[in-house]
């Protein structure tokens, strides 16, 4: 599908439930404070199905609208006030497809200059855009809440998934020591990633804390599951320990919590995209993840199945059958 200099390909969402329509639609102009990507990928998360099933009132976007939270592409033009970024710079970021801000399913999106970093040099286009949620939501629990630090004990619960293996890189650069659950499947990736794998489906809480603490407990927890993982995560933490959730939704009885003294955080990264607040926060995280990923110690595991705006559905629909292997990622072809 061609286009004008004026306009562009986008996919659009008329109602929740329903197909996305690839449509020729009027290309944004950055206003004060943004800057035009040429999106070249779009990274898909289990939210970004949630939210096109209208499954997801923390993250509601008004309809019709382009959804797809994450993108990394190239700065095509800058718009009033922005100093930070220019015509032709490699950028990455989650910048859409929530509250009403335009998503990267589509060729350009005009977006808020202090969401965007720098695109690792060594980092694909593709492997760029599997990062930004992903990373925000580990950083924020992992460094901002827990203060993750060297020596420290630390449990991913889910640590083959898309936050819990990019958890697992950010507390190893930390110092940490790093143990993470998961199915028996997934035991080879985490011990790719250099942490120990515990398959939760054959060792209960109290067996791998008395294993791998001495019965002591987990210095920091992160679940990204939520509900009997988050229970699991209190049973699992030591005493003065911090659990984190990314899925902290259900109700919880905080006693084993507070019988060791403990501390817990809930991670919810949409906020600055929903409330405007802490935006130049989420451009530092993004930066950080820059700054591991060219050190060598932060790699996304991207599923290298490839995908389009034409066939950006089948992307949704390996998400919702469970049978990603790694991150999502839509080609934007410009």
Not at 42 to 70: E, F, M, W, Y
Request: aromatic residues 6%; negative net charge.
């Amino acid at each position: 599908m061609s286009q004008s200099t004026h306009t562009m390909n986008a996919l659009i969402l008329d109602q929740f439930k329903q197909p996305f329509r690839l449509s020729e639609v009027t290309r944004p102009v950055p206003g004060d404070g943004e800057v035009l990507v040429r999106v070249r990928a779009s990274g898909v998360n289990p939210l970004d199905t949630k939210i096109r099933a209208g499954a997801a009132a923390h993250a509601k976007h008004p309809l019709p609208g382009i959804l797809g939270i994450d993108l990394a592409g190239v700065v095509e033009q800058v718009g009033p006030g922005v100093t930070a970024f220019k015509r032709g710079d490699e950028v990455f970021g989650m910048t859409g497809g929530v509250g009403g801000n335009q998503g990267s399913l589509a060729q350009f999106a005009a977006v808020d200059a202090r969401l965007l970093a720098p695109k690792p040099a060594n980092l694909s286009m593709r492997e760029a855009a599997a990062l930004p949620l992903v990373f925000i939501t580990a950083w924020e629990g992992l460094v901002d809440r827990a203060k993750v630090s060297a020596g420290q004990k630390v449990l991913v619960q889910g640590g083959a998934g898309g936050v819990g293996h990019v958890a697992i890189q950010i507390a190893k650069a930390f110092g940490a020591e790093v143990y993470a659950t998961d199915a028996a499947a997934k035991k080879p990736l985490i011990e790719r990633l250099g942490a120990v794998a515990i398959d939760y489906r054959e060792k209960t809480v109290e067996q791998y804390v008395a294993e791998y603490t001495d019965g002591l407990g987990f210095d920091v927890v992160y679940d990204t599951g939520g509900g009997a993982v988050l229970d699991a995560s209190f049973a699992s933490v030591k005493r003065f320990g911090h659990v984190v959730s990314s899925l902290g939704w259900a109700s919880h009885a905080l006693a084993p919590l507070s019988f060791k003294a403990a501390t817990y955080s809930g991670v919810f990264t949409l906020l600055p995209l929903l409330t405007g607040i802490g935006r130049e926060h989420h451009g530092e995280i993004m930066r950080e993840a820059t700054r591991l990923a060219e050190a060598g110690e932060l790699v996304p595991i991207v599923d290298p199945r490839l995908f389009t705006l034409e066939t950006a559905s089948d992307a949704y629909a390996v998400i919702e059958d469970g049978n990603a292997q790694g991150k999502l990622v839509v080609d934007i072809d410009v």
